[in-house]
């Protein structure tokens, strides 16, 4: 596949994708510098907002209607290795996401006096910086090394603000995971690398667009999808790799929900950059296999929220499910496909932490997010409850709200690629999985508090609580109603993406191979 790009400055005024890397890493120099002085929390949240300003400063500049890779940046560094930033849709989405939700997470860590304040938001800031250059990379090596760092940074994050219990056991099997991921990534890189060089007399690359002129054979295509699916896989999470995503989510804390906000859009990113783009026989060769265990892990995770108890692990398998539903749009392989699971993903990320932002007030006000002992909180609580509800309803993809036209598109390719029988099945596990979420509002919100339970006096949301849930209300709805520029953003990023796979489509499969 060729790929062509327009460098920054026959866009922009200044390197637009360099600033947005650096600047949190001038945060966090900053922050460091003032320590505990009073000024620290304007200080980051001024950052923060700075941030989110170049970020739409970004998605200024990026012209939708072209094709090629955008605003590029180059800096050779090492013979292997350079510095290659350039940004499509795709990048842009994920950078106002990162942006958006690190200021959430800013102001949410001010707002609940979060302990050692400083070495907290070092890490947050130093984890936006390595997200935001992950999302803009164009060399399989950068992001590569990048990956270790981002994913450590979140680790010490479970490690230093969590209280839970079993935290450490949490945090044991986010790193294995995590660590078999990195090292089955590493291992597809070589591979590719090696590839280069045979080709190029022993001169080793991992840019992208030299990668790209350089088929893989069949044999050795078959062995790196499955290196780089595996090792991104891990991160998205998809069945049956999740197995680390429910003990995260029960015993982390909001301090550490970058690992749900943006790190799983890490490997969304990478599929779609490098595995879609260098490995296509080995993606068409595999896909249906690929979807049929996306819709098991639907209705695995379906099952398993039918069981949960506490409102975290009831939303890590909704996540899982809806995970399911993203990877059949991924692996539908045509260009509708592809945006509505690249909408899908960013949904999930705004629904997921108006989530986990809601069900931490109510765990600050009640000490539990054990169901059952849950009950009555819309009256003390009615922004809060509200705003969980939306979250709930953006997941499921009621109309209004940013989730309906996402899963429309992928469900419409859907039913094209794989007939309407597997396509309806995917869509009944899903919103299975989803309205469990809609009964623990239910639980939570409206039902009784039975008496033997009954808590103390509930506070009313502080106007920090009541102004990141209105916010993040107004994202769902505005996003939701108002969908055209989001979809025409993404809309030709993945035109010769999807060129590689047209000849896929010739009609409805099968949804296993034979």
Do not use: C
């Amino acid at each position: 596949m060729e790929i062509t790009e327009l460098h920054w400055t026959s866009q922009s005024t200044y390197p637009i994708l360099a600033a947005l890397q650096l600047l949190p890493l001038l945060a966090t120099l900053l922050i460091l510098v003032v320590r505990k002085r009073r000024g620290l929390p304007l200080i980051a949240a001024g950052f923060a907002f700075v941030e989110l300003l170049l970020a739409v400063d970004l998605y200024r500049h990026f012209d939708s209607t072209q094709t090629a890779m955008q605003l590029a940046e180059y800096l050779p560094l090492l013979p292997a290795l350079g510095y290659h930033a350039a940004a499509d849709g795709m990048t842009v989405l994920f950078m106002l996401l990162t942006a958006l939700l690190s200021l959430m997470v800013v102001l949410y860590a001010q707002q609940q006096h979060v302990r050692g304040l400083d070495r907290y938001l070092v890490i947050v800031f130093a984890v936006q910086a390595s997200l935001q250059s992950m999302f803009a990379s164009q060399d399989l090596l950068w992001f590569t090394l990048l990956s270790p760092v981002q994913l450590m940074l979140i680790a010490y994050l479970l490690k230093g603000w969590s209280n839970a219990p079993q935290e450490e056991m949490a945090l044991q099997r986010y790193l294995q995971f995590m660590g078999t991921g990195l090292l089955l990534l590493g291992t597809g890189l070589v591979v590719l690398g090696w590839n280069f060089a045979v080709v190029n007399d022993g001169q080793w690359s991992f840019d992208l667009h030299q990668l790209a002129r350089v088929p893989v054979p069949g044999a050795i295509q078959t062995v790196t999808f499955f290196l780089l699916f595996y090792g991104l896989g891990i991160r998205i999470p998809v069945f049956p790799l999740h197995g680390w995503l429910p003990s995260f989510a029960e015993h982390g804390t909001v301090a550490v929900a970058g690992v749900f906000l943006l790190g799983l859009k890490v490997g969304i990113y990478g599929l779609l950059r490098f595995v879609f783009s260098l490995l296509p026989d080995a993606v068409m060769q595999w896909h249906a296999w690929v979807v049929a265990f996306a819709l098991t892990g639907i209705f695995y995770a379906a099952i398993l929220a039918l069981m949960q108890t506490n409102l975290r692990r009831l939303l890590a398998f909704a996540v899982v499910s809806h995970t399911g539903l993203l990877t059949i749009g991924l692996f539908t392989l045509s260009t509708a496909a592809f945006q509505g699971s690249l909408m899908l993903s960013a949904n999930f990320g705004l629904a997921t932490a108006g989530l986990l932002f809601m069900s931490s007030v109510v765990y600050r006000r009640t000490h539990t997010l054990t169901l059952s002992r849950l009950g009555g909180l819309f009256d003390p609580l009615p922004v809060i409850g509200v705003a969980f509800l939306i979250a709930g309803l953006s997941i499921i993809g009621m109309p209004g709200t940013p989730g309906f036209d996402a899963a429309h598109l992928v469900l419409e390719a859907s039913i094209e690629e794989f007939g309407a029988l597997a396509t309806i099945a995917a869509a009944l596990g899903n919103v299975a999985a989803a309205a469990f979420l809609l009964w623990a509002f239910q639980r939570a919100f409206l039902a009784p508090l039975d008496e033997s339970t009954q808590h103390h006096h509930i506070a009313p949301a502080s106007r920090m609580e009541r102004s990141i849930a209105i916010m993040m209300i107004v994202i769902l709805l505005g996003t939701g109603f108002h969908s055209e520029p989001w979809l025409e953003l993404i809309e030709h990023s993945f035109d010769g993406l999807s060129a590689q796979y047209q000849h896929v489509h010739t009609g409805t499969m099968d949804l296993v191979p034979h």
